[in-house]
T-cell receptor, first 114, second 115 residues
Framework: AQKVTQAQTEISVVEKEDVTLDCVYETRDTTYYLFWYKQPPSGELVFLIRRNSFDEQNEISGRYSWNFQKSTSSFNFTITASQVVDSAVYFCALSSYNTDKLIFGTGTRLQVFP | DVKVTQSSRYLVKRTGEKVFLECVQDMDHENMFWYRQDPGLGLRLIYFSYDVKMKEKGDIPEGYSVSREKKERFSLILESASTNQTSMYLC??????????????FGSGTRLTVV
């Protein structure tokens, strides 16, 4: 069975702090995709990244970076120099390679205070 | 800009009513999905469709049905609404496969309250 665990329910930081959101997944598939989504207070899910299981290179996009480690089944997300606009719920998700059905974690609520 | 549009942002319905949640996408995506979001549970897949008139059950289909008569429209139906179906409902669409042009887009959600 597939499962995504986001153990951090809520994180609070002060602006400009770095913060890492953890994601651990379980799957028996050898090929799969991992995702991160952001859900701001408006409610709409915003796609951040998709990573396939063959690509373990870390990725950086501006203040965002992702660390994918197959050995520990983790796909962690780091925000550098956090800003108030980063306040949102962040979801990690998993899908098999041949289907677009997403298995979501329970989400981590990030609050960034000025 | 590509869009997934859900017809209602907020809905209040009575127990036992038949409820239709509508979702339309303008990206010519083959795949469409209905999820519900509940605090502490994340998003869970209710139903999905890979083609017109085709549907498959997700993880929590009980109490729901779906209809996909046209490629762009995917409707979620609550045959007899119950209070435990009070939730945020999110529709999504995607193009199959991967590559640079992969797209998986969510609508803005419908918050349904059953009283």
């Amino acid at each position: 069975a597939q499962k995504v665990t986001q153990a951090q329910t809520e994180i609070s930081v002060v602006e400009k702090e770095d913060v890492t959101l953890d994601c651990v997944y379980e799957t028996r598939d050898t090929t799969y995709y991992l995702f991160w989504y952001k859900q701001p207070p408006s409610g709409e899910l915003v796609f951040l990244i998709r990573r396939n299981s063959f690509d373990e290179q870390n990725e950086i996009s501006g203040r965002y970076s992702w660390n994918f480690q197959k050995s520990t089944s983790s796909f962690n997300f780091t925000i550098t120099a956090s800003q108030v606009v980063d306040s949102a719920v962040y979801f990690c998700a998993l899908s098999s390679y041949n289907t677009d059905k997403l298995i979501f974690g329970t989400g981590t609520r990030l609050q960034v205070f000025p | 800009d590509v869009k997934v549009t859900q017809s209602s942002r907020y809905l209040v319905k009575r127990t036992g009513e038949k409820v239709f949640l509508e979702c339309v996408q303008d990206m010519d995506h083959e795949n469409m999905f209905w999820y519900r979001q509940d605090p502490g549970l994340g998003l869970r897949l209710i139903y999905f469709s890979y083609d017109v008139k085709m549907k498959e059950k997700g993880d929590i289909p009980e109490g729901y049905s779906v209809s996909r008569e046209k490629k762009e429209r995917f409707s979620l139906i609550l045959e007899s609404a119950s209070t435990n179906q009070t939730s945020m409902y999110l529709c999504a669409s995607s193009s199959p496969g991967g590559g640079q042009n992969y797209g998986y887009t969510f609508g803005s959600g419908t918050r349904l309250t059953v009283v």
